[in-house]
């Protein structure tokens, strides 16, 4: 097998890895606005399951978190009943959504937590509900402060997927182990999978600072 | 007689331990342009602010339109009052504040229609048609597609005022809302107050130190001191003839602050 050959199966795995951090950014952002927002509530039920989902997430390794949703959530079920078995995507994405949530829930309460008092008594005397003071008001204004943490976390996530191929998935990582155990040539495996690693991240930061610019176009408009 | 549209009975507010509200009795009519003028620390901002239900009061009771504002009539006893009725309450009140707190990330026609948008749930047309009529009113109808930061202070206050006006209040509340501008642009302001309190149709509440302008539009001047009312009346005769000395030192630093 030349390198070139290398690219194909190479390849597959990539395109399993963007698709695991694609999803897992997606779901991770959702719930790192719903902890995050959850965490502020005034709800004291709300404010303590957010709390408890992110110093759970924040304080425990991807890697047990994996493990335990792959293999001790089934066994679990099965003592009580359910069938909680999950595949391998399923775990996975999961896994990873669930971790960059409580670290992103973090970022978004940050944020919100930033956006100056004057802008709530303004709203209030406009006579905005706290709801609308929060969608209208408040995160239009955080979320631009939050992008750069979130464009960390999506490289972070990114980096983070090698942990799946530990579950059987096909991701980069795994690929590339396969075809080193085949072919034992690991100098030139391990460099092309550096490269598509290093040239994802560099796809990824670009995306996210294109988001962060359309998101806080208003903060850039030129008289 | 006529109703008080505003009334301060007996109305205690302390932060801590710090009394900024000393048993306030003071009444605002419909209609009427008082000014309240003060030292610092005298407790003016936190008249306005308790008006806007940004702070709440610790005795007392406030009324708005002959309604309690901090409190709900349960029978005969005053509880106090839920956000339900807060919201209520409010609808009767814009405030003007001195650094403006615009809205940095909606254009300055967002800024007028969002919360009649929102709030008063106004069509969109409808919402426009009003921004429109209150930017010509203030003279920025060619600013309006600009964000507050492309502006100048003075005309970002003036986009404060409008943006007051569009929930259609009885009553405004301006806390200082020229201390924050250069000087040169002090006049575009107070001159959007003047047309508005020319119109005798909004009751208004000015705290200020621009005394120059207090005299000329104010029906009344109050001269806060220590939480309390030290001395008012009608701004010819306070300003010429006051008849307590603390009023009489206040108003010599104030306007002549170089003797
Ligand atoms: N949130 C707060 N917490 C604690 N103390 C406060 C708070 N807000 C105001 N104060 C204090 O209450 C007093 C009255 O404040 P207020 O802002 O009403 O004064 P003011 O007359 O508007 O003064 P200025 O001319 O400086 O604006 C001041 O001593 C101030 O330090
Ligand atoms: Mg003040």
């Known amino acids: 097998m030349t390198w070139t050959e290398y690219l194909v199966p190479l390849g597959q795995g990539a395109w399993v890895t963007i698709q695991l951090t694609f999803w897992s950014t997606i779901f991770g952002a959702l719930l790192s606005f719903a902890a995050g927002i959850g965490k502020l509530s005034r709800n004291p039920l709300i404010k303590a399951l957010s709390i408890g989902y992110i110093e759970i997430f924040r304080g425990t390794s991807l890697l047990v978190q994996l493990f335990w949703l792959y293999f001790a959530l089934p066994l679990l079920g099965q003592a009580i009943g359910i069938d909680l078995r999950l595949p391998p995507v399923a775990a996975g994405v999961l896994a990873l959504s669930l971790n960059i949530g409580a670290y992103g829930a973090e970022v978004v309460r940050g944020a919100i937590q930033s956006v100056s008092h004057d802008q709530y008594e303004a709203a209030t005397a406009l006579n905005f509900s706290d709801r609308q003071a929060l969608w209208r008001v408040a995160l239009p204004q955080a979320i631009p402060e939050m992008m750069p943490s979130f464009g960390n976390l999506a490289v972070q996530n990114l980096k983070d997927t090698a942990l799946v191929s530990l579950i059987s998935l096909q991701d980069l990582a795994f690929k590339a182990e396969q075809i080193r155990n085949f072919t034992q040539d690991s100098t030139t495996i391990f460099t092309i999978v550096l490269a598509m690693y290093f040239g994802m991240a560099l796809v990824l930061t670009a995306m996210m600072k294109v988001l962060e610019r359309s998101v806080g176009r208003w903060r850039t408009a030129r008289s | ?259």
């Not at chain 2, 009444?27 to 342009?33: I, L, T």
């Not at chain 2, 707190?101 to 948008?117: D, K, S, W």
Request: contains cysteine.
């Open chain 2, 1 to 259: 007689m006529t109703e008080p549209i505003i009334k301060f009975d007996n109305v205690v507010k302390r932060f801590g331990s710090l009394t900024v509200l000393d048993h306030l009795d003071f009444e605002v009519n419909p209609g009427e342009m008082v000014t309240i003028i003060g030292p610092s620390g005298s407790g003016k901002s936190t008249v306005l602010r308790i008006l806007m239900t940004l702070e709440p009061i610790q005795e007392g009771v406030v009324y708005v339109g002959g309604e309690p504002l901090w409190h709900e009539k349960k029978g005969d006893d005053f509880v106090p009052a839920s956000e339900k009725h807060l919201r209520k309450m409010r609808e009767q009140l814009g405030m003007v504040f001195q650094q403006f707190n615009l809205f940095p990330h909606m254009t300055v026609l967002r800024n007028l229609t969002e919360a009649p948008r929102q709030v008063l749930g106004l069509s969109k047309k409808d919402a426009l048609e009003r921004a429109e009529e209150l930017l010509e009113m203030v003279g920025l109808t060619d600013q309006a597609k600009k964000y507050p930061h492309q502006l100048s202070g003075g005309q970002q206050q003036r986009v404060g005022i409008a943006r007051a006006l569009a929930m259609r209040p009885k009553i405004m509340l301006f806390d200082e809302p020229t201390s924050a501008l250069d000087p040169e642009l002090v006049g575009e302001v107070l001159k959007v107050i003047r047309s508005l309190a020319d119109q005798h149709e909004l009751t208004m509440l000015l705290v200020t130190h621009e005394m120059h302008f207090a005299r000329q539009v104010s029906d009344r001047v109050c001269f806060f001191d220590k939480g309390r009312i030290e001395e008012q009346g009608p701004p010819e005769e306070l300003f010429t003839n006051p008849k307590k000395p603390r009023t009489r030192e206040f108003l010599k630093q104030v306007l002549d602050p170089d003797a």
